[in-house]
């Protein structure tokens, strides 16, 4: 069931409320951004997620084809603390334009909350976002 979570980046310059179902799962991939910024995304629809505060503020980096052939991604952050709050993506079969909120970022989940969420693992290093690697333990 969705549920509006309340999130911000550290320095609280970025605040936003997003629409999610964490029993949906929380993502760990292993592609080289989610590898690198230790990223754990929700995905949730394009609709589903409000800046709050701190729009105008944001930065967006968006990744090049060879990272993300299948469709386009921006990753938005706060530029004076470096967070990666969400990332903003297109993929036809996921009915076009989605966000992949950074669980890390949300302020009123509950560790219950997080605990209880399964995990679902991402090759992204191989682009197969639809299979768990071989080798899990490192996420």
Same mark, same amino acid.
């Given at each position: 069931?969705?549920?509006?979570?309340?999130?911000?980046?550290?320095?609280?310059?970025?605040?936003?409320?997003?629409?999610?179902?964490?029993?949906?799962?929380?993502?760990?991939?292993?592609?080289?951004?989610?590898?690198?910024? &230790?990223?754990?995304?929700?995905?949730?629809?394009?609709?589903?997620?409000?800046?709050?505060?701190?729009?105008?503020?944001?930065?967006?980096?968006?990744?090049?084809?060879?990272?993300?052939?299948?469709?386009?991604?921006?990753?938005?952050?706060?530029?004076?603390?470096?967070?990666?709050?969400?990332?903003?993506?297109?993929?036809?079969?996921?009915? &076009?334009?989605?966000?992949?909120?950074?669980?890390?970022?949300?302020?009123?989940?509950?560790?219950?909350?997080?605990?209880?969420?399964?995990?679902?693992?991402?090759?992204?290093?191989?682009?197969?976002?639809?299979?768990?690697?071989?080798?899990? &333990?490192?996420?």
């Amino acid at each position: 069931m969705k549920k509006t979570y309340h999130g911000s980046c550290h320095c609280g310059a970025v605040h936003f409320q997003a629409d999610l179902d964490l029993a949906e799962g929380i993502r760990k991939c292993n592609c080289s951004f989610c590898w690198k910024l &230790g990223y754990r995304k929700s995905f949730t629809a394009y609709q589903a997620l409000r800046v709050t505060e701190g729009s105008d503020r944001m930065r967006d980096y968006k990744a090049s084809p060879s990272n993300w052939p299948e469709g386009d991604i921006n990753h938005y952050m706060c530029p004076n603390c470096g967070a990666n709050v969400f990332s903003r993506g297109y993929l036809d079969f996921m009915g &076009g334009n989605f966000w992949a909120v950074n669980v890390a970022c949300l302020d009123d989940v509950s560790e219950e909350e997080l605990a209880s969420a399964p995990i679902i693992y991402e090759d992204g290093k191989r682009n197969r976002q639809d299979q768990a690697p071989e080798i899990t &333990g490192y996420l």
